[in-house]
Structure formats: C-alpha cells, structure tokens
C-alpha cells in the first residue's frame, strides 16, 4: 500500500504512476535525505517524542541503506514514488515498524524542501571549487605572457593596445563576482525548513534549531508556509549559474575567434580539440563551441523554473517536483564547463608575435595623437577631429602614422614636435596607461600579485 493510501480505494494507474514517480531523478538527493532524516530522529530522541532504542535503530538501518545505495545494491522502486519513501520502505524492512516513527512531526515537504537545500549548498561548493580552479589557470598563464601585446578591441574593430595578460585578467575578476555571488547564495540556502510540515507546523514538541545544528545550517525557517512554498534558493543558484556561463561563453567566443586562421592569437591544443570527418586539415575548437552552446541550455533551466514557479498559490504543489532536473543539469553542466575551460587555458598554445603584429596595425595608436594635441592645450574634441583627418590621411596614402614626417603632421596641427613619435609604439600606448587597473605592465603585475592573494584566502 502507499504511504497515502488509506484514503483511497482502487490503485494507481500504471500510466499516472510512472509519470508522477520522481525517484529517477530524485535518487541523487539520498546522502542528502539521510542526513535530514538522521538528524530528525535525533531530535525526536531528545524531545521525547521517541526513545533512545528506537532513534539508534532507526540511525543505524539509515547507515546501512547509505552504505547499500553508495555499493549500488540499493533496489529503487518506481512504486514507492520518491526517494523519500523508498529510503523509509527499505528502513521498515530492516527494522520493522520502528522505521514508521521515523515520519513523526515531518511531511515530505519539508523534507524535499530541507533535501534540495542541502544539496544546493553541496552544489555552490562544487561551482566555487571549479571557478577557483579556472582562475587559478588564468592567473597562470597571465603571469607567464606578462609582455606579449594584442590589439584590444570595441565593436570587434582594433581599438586600442593592451597587453594580452591585462585582456585575460579582466575574466578573473568577472569570475571572481561570480564565486562571491555563489557564496552569497549560500547565506540564503543555509536555513532549515525541518519542522514546517505540510505547510502549518506541527503538535509535536519539536525543536527546529536542534534538527538545523545537527545539519550545520545556521538558521531556521520563520514562516512554515513560506518554508515549504518556495524554491528561490534553488532559482537563485542556476541564475548564478547562468552569469557564469555567460562569462564563460563570452571567454569561449574569444577563443574561438582568437584560433581562426583570420586571426592567429592562440592554438587549442590537440587534447582539447576534435576534427572534421571530411576536410582532413580541419582541427576545431569544438570544445570552446559546446561551452557556448550549452550556455542556453543554463539559461533554459532557470527560465523553466521561473516560469513553473510563477502562477503557484501557496504552498505545495506537485509542479515544484520540477525543480531538481533543472538543478541537477544546471550544476552538471556548469562543472563539467569549468573543468574542460580550465583545460583549455592550461594548454593553449599562445602566438605572441601574431598578436603584436596585430597590434602595431590599423591606426590602434590614433588615440595617442589625440592625447598628445590634448596635451598640448588643444580641447580634446578639436584633437579627435585633428586626428580623425590624420587617419583619413594615411588610409589615402596607404601608410601609417608613424610613417608621416613631421612636416606633414604639422600640416593637421602647428603643435606637433619630434617627441610625438616616442609615443606612437604598442609598447609605448601599453606602458603610459599606468592608471588604476590600466594596462601599463606595472599595473598588470599588481592584478595578477591581488589575484594571487584572493586566491590563497578563498576556503
């Protein structure tokens, strides 16, 4: 019989208890529901509502069902819907109906609501870990390229010189915003929802903060309903999850780019590469692609999610047994992409002579001129305009700014001198910004030193 069952008088239908069963997907949540169960019996033990031979019965059946689903003996059934009810089934098998005293003062909804939160915490960890890890690469390989210069781009138009390092660096930072949004998550996911019940409390003398204790959690819930009712700790995470695989589709965008033969900047390496089964030259940054693709796939689940939440009246309904597929993939897939990019960063073969090329090319120093006339007193709109006529100048002539004599830079502007020319370098535009997080190597070398730093603090 079910564990509802008494009101009922005819079985399921095959049909509706396939669909309704979760226990496919919800079997990944066990170490999380014998801890909460472990834990609950404990406290039922020291409120009296049980005593101390049936909570060691029922703590030493939960150790052994761990230790079988952790050996994969473990026999899940379809029938027994959820992975709450197989564990309970299995630990009425093996010690009687002791095991039934177990579901005193809980429902499942305050049980799936404390399993998910624990797992989500378990998650944030495992997302935290995988972002300090590609970090950790990209501060590698910025502090192994410090002098190599690239043309930093707007509009994907030469812009401006910056070194290859500086370009690098800046998605450290961004995934450093994400490993902090990820623990702030957490200070929102760690509070108890055991005791809530259904969805009005309990009559039983229970003790929430005892059960929260025993399962690390610093806080307890305030509302019963609300404690049940919500899953925005699970929305909050994947929408961590989709800013960081934002980032890191945008690296992934670069990469890709950077490995075309148009531009030369980075080789994948062969190991985390792939070929084509027709054009024998071919080798593809296939990986990079996936992590940009499987971007969407992130974003897909936090949209189902929103979009299953946001017409549910309070509290419970069955809609919510949608949101562990969502978490569940989006954890998946946002640890496996961090591993693989990290990969990627570690091993990539970087051609700095392509990007400096690239760099003392297509007038990517006209900002200089313009600064150095701003210098000189003119108003700096008056200098971008001066420099503007410079560069249409040179694209006539076919040459470049360093190319021109001095007579004719003086034609554009009596203020030009003999030192303009010691500014017109990539090394020199790199050097001279030496502002706050500018690319001047100095400045550089301070970010990777901050980097390293937060680095060797992060838990």
């Known amino acids: 019989?079910?564990?509802?069952?008494?009101?009922?008088?005819?079985?399921?239908?095959?049909?509706?208890?396939?669909?309704?069963?979760?226990?496919?997907?919800?079997?990944?949540?066990?170490?999380?529901?014998?801890?909460?169960?472990?834990?609950?019996?404990?406290?039922?033990?020291?409120?009296?509502?049980?005593?101390?031979?049936?909570?060691?019965?029922?703590?030493?059946?939960?150790?052994?069902?761990?230790?079988?689903?952790?050996?994969?003996?473990?026999?899940?059934?379809?029938?027994?819907?959820?992975?709450?009810?197989?564990?309970?089934?299995?630990?009425?098998?093996?010690?009687?109906?002791?095991?039934?005293?177990?579901?005193?003062?809980?429902?499942?909804?305050?049980?799936?609501?404390?399993?998910?939160?624990?797992?989500?915490?378990?998650?944030?960890?495992?997302?935290?870990?995988?972002?300090?890890?590609?970090?950790?690469?990209?501060?590698?390989?910025?502090?192994?390229?410090?002098?190599?210069?690239?043309?930093?781009?707007?509009?994907?138009?030469?812009?401006?010189?910056?070194?290859?390092?500086?370009?690098?660096m800046a998605y450290f930072w961004m995934l450093l915003r994400d490993y902090r949004r990820f623990s702030d998550c957490g200070t929102r996911t760690a509070v108890s929802p055991l005791g809530a019940g259904a969805l009005a409390g309990t009559t039983h003398d229970i003790d929430p903060e005892m059960t929260a204790g025993e399962l690390g959690l610093p806080s307890v819930f305030d509302n019963s309903v609300d404690a049940v009712a919500d899953r925005d700790y699970i929305i909050e995470f994947i929408s961590s999850c989709a800013l960081l695989m934002m980032h890191l589709s945008r690296m992934c965008e670069e990469l890709v780019v950077w490995s075309s033969a148009e531009f030369g900047f980075i080789e994948m390496h062969d190991s985390f590469a792939t070929g084509s089964s027709i054009m024998p030259q071919k080798k593809n940054p296939d990986v990079a692609e996936l992590i940009r693709g499987k971007t969407g796939r992130v974003y897909g689940d936090l949209?189902?999610?929103?979009?299953?939440?946001?017409?549910?009246?309070?509290?419970?309904?069955?809609?919510?047994?949608?949101?562990?597929?969502?978490?569940f993939d989006a954890v998946d897939t946002a640890a496996s992409c961090l591993g693989v990019c990290a990969g990627m960063i570690d091993t990539m073969k970087v051609n700095k002579e392509r990007m400096e090329d690239f760099a003392a090319a297509g007038f990517i120093n006209a900002t200089e001129v313009a600064d150095?006339?701003?210098?000189?007193?003119?108003?700096?709109?008056?200098?971008?305009?001066?420099?503007?006529?410079?560069?249409?100048?040179?694209?006539?002539?076919?040459?470049?700014?360093?190319?021109?004599?001095?007579?004719?830079?003086?034609?554009?502007?009596?203020?030009?001198?003999?030192?303009?020319?010691e500014l017109l370098s990539p090394e020199s535009c790199v050097s001279r910004r030496k502002t706050r997080g500018g690319t001047a190597p100095e400045r550089v070398r301070e970010q990777i030193e901050s980097a390293e730093k937060i680095l060797a603090s992060m838990p």
């Open 372 to 421: 150095y006339l701003a210098g000189r007193g003119i108003p700096f709109r008056k200098a971008h305009e001066v420099t503007g006529r410079i560069v249409r100048y040179c694209i006539d002539k076919g040459i470049s700014i360093s190319d021109m004599s001095l007579g004719e830079l003086k034609r554009f502007s009596a203020e030009f001198a003999e030192d303009v020319y």
């Open 303 to 327: 949209v189902a999610l929103l979009t299953t939440m946001k017409g549910l009246p309070l509290a419970y309904h069955s809609d919510m047994q949608e949101d562990k597929e969502r978490l």
């Open 1 to 168: 019989m079910k564990a509802w069952g008494g009101r009922f008088t005819s079985s399921v239908d095959p049909r509706a208890e396939g669909f309704t069963s979760s226990i496919s997907f919800d079997r990944r949540l066990y170490k999380q529901d014998i801890a909460g169960s472990i834990a609950h019996a404990r406290m039922l033990e020291a409120r009296g509502i049980i005593d101390s031979g049936d909570m060691e019965r029922i703590v030493s059946g939960l150790k052994e069902i761990l230790r079988e689903i952790d050996e994969g003996v473990f026999e899940f059934r379809t029938a027994d819907e959820d992975i709450h009810l197989n564990i309970e089934r299995r630990l009425v098998e093996k010690i009687g109906e002791t095991g039934g005293k177990l579901h005193t003062a809980r429902s499942r909804n305050d049980q799936v609501a404390v399993d998910t939160r624990l797992y989500t915490l378990d998650s944030i960890e495992t997302v935290k870990s995988g972002i300090a890890g590609l970090q950790t690469s990209i501060v590698a390989r910025a502090k192994e390229h410090l002098g190599a210069i690239m043309p930093g781009y707007t509009h994907l138009q030469r812009a401006q010189p910056v070194l290859f390092s500086h370009h690098l």
